[in-house]
């Protein structure tokens, strides 16, 4: 049996093989994050319900546990409606240009040493590129509809992206001058050490204002004026129903954890532990795989955004774009200098 | 070149902090608006001509439908007006607990303001905090009168019935063992008065809870300060009444300045606010719940220490009790003509103003000499504050409209009638 699928492999030509190869890859990264999208939101719900002391979905399985699943099912039944006035090719391109870039960014991420589907060099100018082509999706969708309140939200969505995305790129920067690399590998790398030696002491603002720019560019609260639910309705995807409007979600949630995963990756040493370089610990915990780490590291990320969302009133569209302008990129210039200076004097234990 | 146009957006009635059915015409330029034209009358119901078709007692039910979150208060200005056209006073009991009960609804109504206001303006938390309160609030009311929101309790020349010796239990079930139901009854084991005052205990901790959310939080007070400022002469010219009026440093409140019912005899301050912005309104409010609370406690002491009739005792005006109607001839007529023709009231007109949770809510009522009213005029606190809208949103961004339409607290079943 074996022998005969190894046999059939090999009469495969080579091509096709890294060909396969790759698709296997591909398919073993985006089933499991489609999987975790819809049960964050299932999270989601379940983790502000209790902090608003009440229980969350509860009904659908144990434990509302088949939730997703059920709104999932509903959202994949339900028709897809076209309004008239709406342009009716970019109407359904808007949520695919949405989902696209948000699962191909996802192929230069690493999971741990050496498990990445692309070691690109250019890894961490890749995912910007990605992050930001995003946004045409919004845009497109919130033209396309042809509606006045989807109209704002694509405006605001427009203006909002291009501040923040600047001030993400300083703090991107920061990390590429810390790490000596654009590969998210070799950044995760240069942090070894123990969890002194992590890049989020000596790029603290950096990393706080990556952190909030990542809440701006995922329209999270208290940046969601693009979606502003009690503004402008739902903002850009208001005219979208069933699955069109369940890909704009996917794509959200994708970049959600995608925003957290770089935290972790850039900031929090990514896949190493955190009992490093501590010696009886170290060694206690050394039977744990790097993507545990890593994991936890990105869920405690995705906590903080649920928490967020529970907290904070929202801000107005002017004093979303007065921090990033105002606040947001001033600091980040002023730490680029200050890491540039640490890493010129080679200041222990990060930069030495 | 092309003209420039102005953006005109319609908002409402289906939008989600529309409150209900307001309809805004927003002319913007970008986002900033330029007009704001409010639409009323999507919640219309009449109220006003219906009254007129039937017994005066049988219109109690329709107040509480006005504003629909601060019901017996709505009660309030209209039973204080048949009593100011009859003559009669309610025995002291029954003011009590008029006065008990308008400052639960107040703190009812400042409640789902706060919530909406909060959830208008972004931060989820505090409504579903609000509505936690608001649970033990409306079991108060379902203890008392056997509903939860339409009370229907105040009768001219009293109240329906005495507060129950007893606080509704929760029972066990297929979801709720006895282990966690017992938990729930804890403060349930003794009489209402018992319920509302460990309420009253509770209370302004949840205040602060509120207060830790939004009060010193830099998003909320971005969002509120200086956002809808109404100076007190403008304030006075638009006819704001209640805690838009004492949010731009006018003090007046008609439970000091024309007490009616026990009001004279409570201890209370009336919070002012300085500058007139929406942050100040939400901190007049805020403490208006405090104040309220201090005068529940006052009320519960003396409701404690002093029995007595809840109702007059004038068969002309209010039923027998049932047990002497099954037996006594009489009273089955009184009973019969009651709840049939009902009572006439003497041909004259009055006005009331009762301090409503929203501002002044004033009851007109001519009377020919028969059983149901010539003409009732309600006068609905929300509704100059909302013809101030425009005003108040000029210049703003359409966040804003958002959140002024919050701070004016506006209830379309009082507007609409």
């Known amino acids: 049996m074996l022998e005969s699928i190894l046999m059939l492999w090999g009469a495969i030509p080579v091509d096709l093989q890294t060909l396969l190869i790759i698709v296997?890859?591909?398919?073993?990264?985006?089933?499991?994050?489609?999987?975790?999208?819809?049960?964050?939101?299932?999270?989601?719900?379940?983790?502000?319900?209790y902090m608003q002391v009440r229980i969350g979905p509860n009904r659908v399985g144990p434990r509302g546990l088949l939730q997703p699943i059920a709104d999932g099912l509903k959202l994949l039944l339900k028709e897809i409606i076209l309004p008239t006035s709406a342009n009716p090719y970019l109407f359904i391109i808007?949520?695919?240009?949405?989902?696209?870039?948000?699962?191909?960014?996802?192929?230069?991420?690493?999971?741990?040493?050496?498990?990445?589907?692309?070691?690109?060099?250019?890894?961490?100018?890749?995912?910007?590129?990605?992050?930001?082509v995003g946004v045409y999706g919004i845009i497109i969708a919130g033209w396309a509809s042809n509606s006045k309140y989807a109209f704002l939200g694509a405006l605001r969505s427009a203006a909002q992206v291009v501040s923040y995305e600047i001030a993400m790129g300083f703090a991107l920067v920061g990390v590429l001058l810390a790490g000596g690399s654009l590969n998210l590998q070799e950044i995760v790398n240069a942090q070894q050490g123990s969890l002194l030696h992590w890049f989020w002491i000596p790029l603290l603002p950096l990393f706080a204002i990556y952190l909030f720019s990542g809440l701006a560019e995922t329209n999270r609260t208290p940046f969601d004026v693009v979606e502003g639910e009690s503004e402008i309705v739902a903002g850009f995807h208001v005219e979208y129903s069933g699955m069109t409007f369940a890909v704009f979600s996917l794509a959200e949630y994708a970049n959600i954890i995608l925003i957290c995963m770089l935290c972790a990756l850039m900031f929090c040493g990514g896949w190493l532990s955190p009992f490093q370089g501590i010696p009886v610990l170290?060694?206690?915990?050394?039977?744990?795989?790097?993507?545990?780490?890593?994991?936890?590291?990105?869920?405690?990320?995705?906590?903080?955004?649920l928490w967020f969302?529970?907290?904070?009133?929202?801000?107005?569209?002017?004093?979303?774009?007065?921090?990033?302008?105002?606040?947001?990129?001033?600091?980040?210039?002023?730490?680029?200098?200050?890491?540039g200076a640490a890493v010129v004097f080679e200041i222990p234990p990060w930069f030495d | 070149m092309a003209e420039i146009q102005n953006f005109t957006l319609n908002f409402g009635p289906q939008h989600p902090s529309a409150h209900g059915v307001l309809r805004l015409i927003l002319e913007m330029d970008g986002e900033v608006i330029e007009r704001a034209d409010p639409h009323i009358g999507l919640l219309h119901r009449g109220t006003e001509k219906l009254a007129e078709t039937k017994p005066y007692n049988q219109s109690i039910g329709y107040m509480d439908r006005l504003d629909y979150v601060s019901m017996m208060v709505n009660e309030h200005g209209y039973v204080l007006a048949l009593e100011k056209l009859l003559g009669v006073t309610p025995p002291i009991r029954a003011q009590y607990i008029r006065v008990m009960f308008d400052e639960i609804t107040r703190i009812l109504n400042h409640?789902?303001?706060?919530?909406?206001?909060?959830?208008?303006?972004?931060?989820?938390?505090?409504?579903?905090?609000?509505?936690?309160?608001?649970?033990?609030?409306?079991?108060?009311?379902?203890?008392?009168?056997?509903?939860?929101?339409?009370?229907?309790?105040?009768?001219?020349?009293?109240?329906?019935?005495?507060?129950?010796?007893?606080?509704?239990?929760?029972?066990?079930?297929?979801?709720?063992?006895?282990?966690?139901?017992?938990?729930?009854?804890?403060?349930?084991?003794g009489s209402l008065l018992d319920f509302i005052e460990d309420?009253?205990?509770?209370?302004?901790?949840?205040?602060?809870?509120?207060?830790?959310?939004?009060?010193?939080?830099?998003?909320?007070?971005?969002?509120?300060?200086?956002?809808?400022?109404?100076?007190?002469?403008?304030?006075?010219?638009?006819?704001?009444?209640?805690p838009m009026l004492r949010g731009s440093g006018f003090e007046w409140d008609l439970r000091k300045k024309q007490p009616y019912e026990v009001y004279d005899k409570m201890d209370f301050d009336i919070p002012v606010g300085k500058t007139g912005d929406s942050y100040d309104?939400?901190?007049?409010?805020?403490?208006?719940?405090r104040q309220s609370t201090r005068i529940i406690t006052q009320c519960i002491g003396w409701l404690r220490d002093n029995s007595g009739p809840v109702m007059l005792d004038d068969r002309k005006l209010t039923p027998p009790p049932r047990e002497s109607m099954k037996g006594d001839m009489e009273s089955l007529i009184h009973h019969f003509k009651l709840f049939t023709e009902g009572y006439?009231?003497?041909?004259?007109?009055?006005?009331?103003?009762?301090?409503?949770?929203?501002?002044?809510?004033?009851?007109?009522?001519?009377?020919?000499?028969?059983?149901?009213?010539?003409?009732?005029?309600?006068?609905?606190?929300?509704?100059?504050?909302?013809?101030?809208?425009?005003?108040?949103?000029?210049?703003?961004?359409?966040?804003?409209?958002?959140?002024?339409?919050?701070?004016?607290?506006?209830v379309f079943g009082e507007i609409d009638r």
């Open chain 2, 111 to 189: 409640l789902m303001w706060l919530g909406a206001h909060a959830l208008d303006i972004g931060a989820m938390t505090v409504f579903l905090y609000g509505f936690r309160e608001r649970e033990d609030l409306l079991d108060i009311y379902e203890a008392t009168s056997g509903a939860r929101m339409h009370a229907t309790y105040y009768r001219p020349g009293g109240v329906y019935r005495d507060l129950p010796d007893e606080m509704p239990k929760y029972q066990a079930s297929k979801w709720h063992s006895e282990k966690e139901v017992a938990k729930l009854n804890e403060n349930r084991q």
């Open chain 2, 344 to 410: 006439s009231v003497p041909e004259g007109e009055a006005y009331v103003a009762v301090e409503h949770p929203k501002g002044e809510f004033g009851t007109y009522v001519i009377s020919d000499g028969a059983n149901k009213p010539y003409r009732l005029k309600i006068r609905a606190p929300g509704f100059p504050h909302l013809a101030a809208c425009d005003e108040m949103t000029r210049g703003h961004m359409l966040a804003d409209v958002v959140a002024i339409i919050g701070t004016m607290d506006v």
């Open chain 1, 282 to 305: 170290e060694g206690f915990f050394e039977f744990v795989p790097g993507i545990v780490w890593l994991l936890a590291k990105t869920s405690f990320f995705i906590f903080l955004f």
């Open chain 2, 281 to 289: 309104r939400y901190l007049v409010r805020i403490e208006e719940m």
């Open chain 1, 94 to 132: 808007a949520p695919v240009l949405a989902i696209g870039p948000a699962l191909a960014a996802w192929s230069v991420v690493p999971f741990d040493d050496g498990m990445v589907l692309s070691d690109m060099d250019a890894g961490l100018l890749y995912i910007l590129a990605m992050t930001s």
């Open chain 2, 199 to 242: 309420f009253t205990r509770r209370f302004p901790t949840y205040v602060d809870e509120y207060e830790t959310l939004l009060t010193e939080n830099r998003i909320w007070k971005h969002r509120t300060v200086g956002i809808g400022v109404v100076t007190p002469e403008r304030a006075l010219q638009l006819g704001f009444t209640g």
């Open chain 1, 309 to 339: 969302r529970a907290t904070f009133p929202r801000y107005r569209y002017d004093q979303v774009m007065r921090l990033g302008w105002k606040v947001f990129i001033p600091i980040t210039i002023v730490w680029l200098l200050v890491v």
């Open chain 1, 24 to 49: 296997a890859k591909i398919l073993i990264i985006v089933a499991p994050l489609l999987g975790s999208v819809a049960y964050i939101t299932l999270a989601e719900r379940k983790v502000i319900a």
